[in-house]
Structure formats: C-alpha cells, structure tokens
C-alpha cells in the first residue's frame, strides 16, 4: 500500500521548522498555555469550571494558542475507576494541542487577502494588519485552530512564536515545557526522533503509540503532513483531533467544474425556454 | 490581563448539547471544528446574488436568442438583476469583521479561494449587471432623450453586453455553494459537488418565479413568452428538489441530522413541501389557465418559490454550523471511505 509506505514521513519543505509534541511525556502541567499566553500578550479567557476533567481552557481559539486536552481513560462502561494502569502512565491522557501549521494549510489557501502566510522556517502565520476579518479561514481549518477575535474581529491562532523564532529563540511553549513533551526543531529530525521514541514506547509495551501529523495519517487529503505534530497513544478521535483530514481547496476545482456543468445544462435549457418566441 | 467577557466561554454555547451519545464518544462534546460565523446576512446575500446573477442570466439569453418579442423580458430581468445586485457588496462587507478593510479583498487573486474568486466574480458581475441596466435605461428613455448620457447608453453594444454578462452572472448565483463546500463543515464538504448546482438552480427557479409574476403585471409580454418562463421554472424547481433529496441522502444518518431535527428540519420540510412540491403542484394544475383563481395561485405559488430561495440559503448555513458543532459528523466524516 502506498499509504504505509508513508507512516513516519512527511512532506516538510527543507528548512521547515516546528514542533513534536509528545503526548506521553504530559504532565499536564499547562505551563505551555502560560508561557504563551504570556509571551504573546493574549488576554485571559473568561474564567471558570468548566466541569470536564481539568481543562479549564476547552479548546483552541483567537485567545489560546495551546490547549491542554486532559482525558480519564475510564475503560468500563460502569463508569468506575479503572483499577489496573496502562505500562506508563496513569490512565490520564494530557494532549497540549496547537496550530498544525499543514504542509499545505487550509487557512492559508482560504485567506481571500493573503494576510495567512508562510514563513521562512515554513511555518504559517496571519499578519495581523491585513487581515479583514473575514472569517473564511476559520471553518476552512480541518483542526479548528484560527478563530475571530471577539475584541479586534480579527482572525488569530499559534504563530510558532515567529518574533522569538527571528531571534534565534525557541518558542515560548517548548522553552517552558519541564518534561520536553514539547519539542522545537527542524522537521525532519523532529520525525526521526519521533519514530525513534515511537518505537522505544512499542519495546516497553506501549504498542498503541503512534506518530499523528505524518504524511500517512495527517495528510490524507493533500496537506501532506503537519509541521507541527504528535505522538498519540489512543485514537485521534479521543484528543478531539480528525483521524484522517482533508485539505478543503482540494474540492474547489471538482466543485466549479460540477457548478459549471450544471450552467451549461441549465444554460441549455433556458435557450431552449427562450429562443425565438413566436 | 484584559478579560474578554462574552457572557459564556466561547467552546459552551458550541458543546454538543442535543447529540447525547456524541458527546459520551468525543471529547466532552466539545466541537472539534470551528464554525464559520456567517448569519442572516451572508443568506440574504447568497439569495440575492442568485437571483441577481439568475435574472442576468434570463436577460441575456432572452437578449441573445430571443427576438423582439421577448424585449419586455429584457428589460425587465436587466432591471431585476441590476437592483438584486446593488445591496450584495454592502451585505458583503457588513459580513466582514474589520469592514473599513475591505479593500485588502483586492489586493490578490487566488484561485484556490472561492472568496477571493468571489469578490472579484460579484465585482464583474455587477459592472455587467450596471452596463446592462443603463443600456436599458437609455433605450427606456430613463435617462432623458437628448443628454449625453442617454447617448452614451444607446452607444454601448446591447448584443455584445450581453454576451458578456452570462459568464459574471451564471459565477455568481452559483459560486457560494462552492464557497461553502471549500470547508472542513461536515455537512457542506461532504456536498461540495452538489452545492453549486443546488444554488444555481434555486437561484435560476427564483428569478424565472420574479420575473413572470412581474411581467403578468407590469409588462406588455406575450402569454407564450410568459408560458416559456414558466416551464424554465418548472424545471430549476423539479432539478433543485431531486438535488435537496440527493444532498440529505448523500450526507448519510449523522451528517444529515441537522436537516431532519429541531428547528431545522421543521425548515427543511417547509422548504420540501411549500417551498418546492407546492409550486410544482401548482405549475402542474393550473398550468396556463386564465382567470382569476389561476392567476392568485400562480402568483401564492411565486411568492412560495422566492420564500423559498431564501428558506434554502439559511437551511443550508444553519444546517451546516450545526454540523459543525456535532463532533461526530465531523469524525464521520474524516473517517477514510466516507468521502464523497
């Protein structure tokens, strides 16, 4: 299968920088939203419980650039407590999430004003003083990263930390990570070390483990890998993450073509109702 | 720290609320797509950009091919188009969340972007509509008899005009099904072939129902003419009525439950019953009968079709953001083999 043969690859343009986020390393800690939100100067959420688990955040937004996901493996349908533990970990699955920036992004090929651009370490980000709030980049985005701004009305999501990136920095979530589940570094050796960690959590007994965001998984459709990916233990789905997302621009095409076929029948018919009344 | 108060936080009013076994399967029901924004106005827009484009459609064609006896046709669907089309750029822009910044629509052409092609695609379609519109008007007399400008507008090639207007127009009223399509929302994605088709029919049915009602009224039309127009409608209504069938059983159970629960479905068949299979029943048992009995149900039965075109564009939108926020539809349909 030609599929297969692409588990562990990806279709990272050379110089392309980004992130491995390794979900087995989570603590959970949420320093990375801190740091984040800190660094990028993004204002708080509007606080509360909210009742699921211990994520006080809920998901990706104009406001939040990393999201802690945390998830109780409860694996009865009784609802109890599981009583024996996965080989290396509690049954908490922690999942800092944050923009994919595709190979081929569908935020960026939406963007009616080129305001969505990638950058020279191949990363994707919106320039804030061309963006006109639109809004087509949000629903064009398979993972549900960019989101309006309720205050400014414009479109926002992870920028990789570009500013620091400029400086030769790491970004401000990898820098605070205490575990190293966050990860920053160029691509390639990014998924080399991902395969090599895939497969030392397989030799401990961790066979669920698996990289998300390589060409096989996170680029059926054409975006052809995530610079940004992770190392997942359970299926996407569970992380709130598609198992197999399509990049949106590729309908476009089949569409007009099918919308045009579609005027030419209806054109016929309206020659057919109109011509040569008598 | 500034506090962004927007009453609840923005993943609560999104969370699947109504989908029960979803939100035990996903992660808390929390949505994992982002909905587009788009309310009311962007349906007002897309149904008003259909009949515009439709109605050009309609008056070229009728231009073209028609003879002298389809001028009142003419006229008419230039003038219809050119005032569906006048509001659409201001809806458009109202749409947009940093309004004053519109013109950055402008400043690229992407060929992969329905929005970006449709900007540039309502902007050529309204510099045709307008041409078409003045050229009637100086014909009209609309404009004085001897200014400069009605000479102006009697020296614009009527034929040619019109020719030019059929690309623009037909874009148009059938761009944003694309536009909707080119999306991770399950319900317009996994249509994206349909959606186009589905909006240039409705939009060519709207405009065929317009413009018979007001040539029966206003226009010194021919019965035949007027007959002619009224089968064209017949079949953009037949055409768009197997397509809604077609789009509600390609979606699937889980994809398409917004289109047959709550509100939404109460739309839904509304639209199938008295927004298409009543106007159909009417075409068909009235047909071209006098009289005045014949004539209030044609004209209940246009009224039914215009309602309609609108019920369809915000069945579709609202459908579509439902979709969006079923975290199964979207698992379903990022699952490989349940693509279109």
Redesign the interface.
């Given at each position: 299968m030609a599929a297969d043969l692409r588990v562990g690859t990806t279709g990272a343009r050379p110089g392309a920088m980004g992130f491995l986020t390794d979900t087995t390393l989570c603590i959970g800690c949420k320093a990375c939203e801190v740091a984040c939100k800190q660094w990028n100067q993004l204002?708080?959420?509007?606080?509360?419980f909210?009742g699921?688990?211990y994520?006080n955040t809920?998901?990706l937004?104009a406001?939040t650039w990393r999201h802690v996901?945390f998830?109780e493996r409860i694996d009865d349908h009784t609802g109890r407590r599981p009583v024996k533990l996965q080989p290396f970990q509690s049954n908490w699955l922690m999942l800092s999430d944050v923009c994919k920036h595709c190979v081929y992004a569908?935020c960026m090929?939406?963007?009616?004003?080129?305001?969505i651009i990638r950058t020279e370490f191949d990363t994707v980000v919106i320039q804030q003083d061309?963006?006109?709030?639109?809004?087509?980049c949000?629903?064009?985005?398979?993972?549900?990263?960019?989101?309006?701004?309720?205050?400014?009305?414009?479109?926002h999501k992870c920028t990789l930390c570009y500013d620091r990136l400029k400086d030769g920095l790491e970004p401000a979530c990898a820098k605070a990570c205490p575990t190293d589940a966050i990860q920053f570094g160029p691509v390639p050796q990014l998924m080399e070390r991902a395969r090599k960690r895939v497969e030392e959590l397989h030799q401990q007994g961790v066979t669920s483990a698996y990289i998300y965001g390589d060409r096989a998984v996170g680029g059926?459709?054409g975006i052809e890998g995530l610079n940004a990916f992770f190392i997942l233990t359970a299926p996407p789905?569970?992380?709130?993450?598609?198992?197999?997302?399509?990049l949106?621009?590729r309908?476009?095409l089949?569409?007009?073509l099918?919308?045009a076929?579609?005027?030419l029948a209806?054109?016929l018919?309206?020659?057919r109702?109109?011509?040569?009344?008598? | 720290m500034m506090t962004v108060d927007t009453g609840v936080r923005r993943w609560e009013h999104r969370r699947a609320r109504s989908v029960g076994e979803a939100a035990a399967t996903s992660y808390y029901g929390v949505p994992p797509i982002h909905k587009a924004h788009w309310r009311w106005s962007v349906a007002l827009y897309f149904f008003l950009g259909g009949l515009a484009g439709a109605s050009g459609v309609i008056a070229s064609f009728a231009r073209l091919f028609g003879g002298r006896e389809a001028r009142p046709l003419v006229r008419l669907a230039r003038y219809l188009s050119f005032i569906a089309i006048l509001p659409a750029p201001f809806l458009l822009i109202y749409d947009l969340g940093r309004p004053e910044r519109f013109h950055h629509m402008l400043r690229v052409v992407k060929f992969r972007s329905p929005m970006s092609l449709g900007v540039w695609g309502l902007i050529a379609a309204s510099a045709t509509a307008t041409l078409n519109a003045f050229r009637q008007a100086a014909d009209d007399g609309m404009l004085g008899q001897r200014t400069p400008l009605a000479a102006l507008g009697r020296r614009l090639p009527d034929r040619a005009i019109a020719a030019l207007s059929v690309g623009p127009s037909f874009f148009l009223s059938g761009y944003t099904g694309v536009l909707l399509g080119a999306t991770a929302v399950p319900l317009w994605a996994k249509n994206a072939l349909l959606l186009g088709p589905l909006f240039l029919c409705s939009a060519l049915s709207n405009a065929c129902a317009a413009l018979s009602v007001l040539l029966r009224r206003l226009g010194p039309a021919s019965l035949p003419l007027i007959h002619r127009l009224e089968r064209l409608e017949r079949v953009a209504l037949v055409s768009e009525l197997i397509l809604l069938v077609a789009l509600e059983q390609q979606s699937g159970p889980v994809i398409a439950r917004p289109l047959r629960t709550g509100r939404l479905g109460r739309v839904r068949n509304a639209l199938l019953s008295a927004g298409l299979a009543l106007p159909i029943s009417v075409h068909l048992l009235v047909g071209q009968r006098r009289g005045r009995l014949p004539e209030a149900l044609r004209h209940i039965a246009t009224l039914f079709v215009l309602a309609s075109g609108f019920a369809l564009r915000i069945l579709i939108l609202f459908a579509g953001h439902a979709s969006a926020d079923d975290p199964e539809a979207t698992f379903v349909f990022n699952r490989r083999g349940s693509r279109p």
């Open positions: 204002p708080m959420d509007n606080f509360g909210t699921m688990s994520d809920g998901d937004g406001t996901a998830i569908g090929e939406a963007c009616p004003t080129g305001a061309i963006c006109n709030g639109c809004g087509y949000v629903p064009a985005c398979p993972f549900g990263v960019p989101e309006l701004s309720l205050t400014d009305r414009k479109a059926t459709g789905e569970v992380y709130n993450l598609p198992a197999q997302p399509e949106p621009q309908r476009v089949p569409a007009f099918s919308t076929a579609a005027a209806l054109g018919a309206a020659w109702a109109l011509r040569g009344v008598k | -």
